[in-house]
């Protein structure tokens, strides 16, 4: 069987390469160039686990190669960015209805067309399905089309590829039971069928649930910091309750996927989705409570200290070091990371600011410090804002020697009990 994966990112390229592995002639193909070239060479433009193992053997034995222009094949996969329309913020499927299009002289009698990039409900129904229809085709006739969202986390892509339940939405029966029988090739977990519009609805519900839960945990810390209760106990605790689940707090929401596809059911029923939007709004609100945050442990800090007014007039006197800048931990992906947003809000209030991260590449108009050791000397804060294993293994009551003032500010809530009870007032743990 030949496929062919359109967008060779996250998604694309794992889901080719398992393709690939497992008997399929695969050609990936991508708009970028460089990325292609990358990847005909054996190279690749993400980190991801296991992935460039699995690329080399595949390019070495001829089973994928990549190219900018598709070519006939058997069955079509559509793994393309849907960002948010910035003004009423619905799906944008601008990308999704060009690599439709970008098939059309290719596309044969009996050709499975499946789209796994993340859709707003009736996406494939109203809009994508009649691109083919208009030039002819009669979908689950001659042409078979469904709508199989991926539901994969960033860090576990292979293993979740090949194990996690999948959904597929035809477009008629005939078209979902097509599509099942190209995944059953490398699936392992169960797949289930369905219509494309409940596929649709129910992807973006699974990323709406986990936000709307996030915000519930964020709110909760928030009032818990007002009436001086430790939030993360609560959580604790409450989460003994076997049927309660409180996820975990932090310094908001980031990533391609939680960040965005509540919106595209907002989008469609603005009056109704009141939960939905108001979770969107304190998720994206995070990022100025941890920079308020800051500000107040700053000013308590050096309150008293005779430098103060000094300090106060002029922040960069106080030199901050962010941990972490991507939008979660062991990931490279800096996509609507709320790490930079807090970075950007505590360079423009002035203060002497670096940052480190083991994963992520240099990002311009940031100072990123290769050297961790050079990173925190003669720190006043830390500010740990990504949970890369990288800084669960570090040792911070050494790290606190080498800083000019021993404060952490954990919004990850990685540092142990240990840690805190070592350095009872010294040091602050979680202060949000
Ligand atoms: N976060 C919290 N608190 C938590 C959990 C996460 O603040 O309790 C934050 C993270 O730090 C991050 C953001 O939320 O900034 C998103 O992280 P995530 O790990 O929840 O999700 P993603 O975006 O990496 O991947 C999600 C997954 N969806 C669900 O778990 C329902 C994944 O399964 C999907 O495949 C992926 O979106 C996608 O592509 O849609």
Redesign the pocket.
Known sequence: MKICVIGQGY?GLPTALLFAKNGCEVLGVDVNEEVVNKLNNGTIHIAEEGLLEILQMAISNGSYRASTVVEEADVFIITVPTPANILDLSCDLSYVEDASKSILPVLNEGNIVIVES?IAPMSSDEFIAPIFEEVGFTIGEDLYFAHCP?????GQIIEELIHNDRIVGGLTDVCADKAIDVYRIFVKGEIFKTEAKTAEMSKCM??T??DVN?AL?NELIKICNKIDVNGLEVIKLANKHPRVNL????P???????AI?PYFIYSLAPDTAKIIKHSRDTNNLMPDFVFNAVNKIISKEFKGNENFSKIEGDKKNIKITILGLS??GNTDDIRES?ALKIYKLLENEGYNLVSYDPHVKAIDGFKKIDSFDEAIFKANLILILTDHNEFKDLNFIDIAKYMETPIIFDTKNILDDDFTKHLNNDLVKDRN
């Open positions: 998604i993340t991926e539901r994969v986390l960033p699974e990323n649930f986990r996030i945990a996820h975990s707090p932090g908001g929401v980031g990533g391609h996927c939680l596809d939008y979660k709320p």
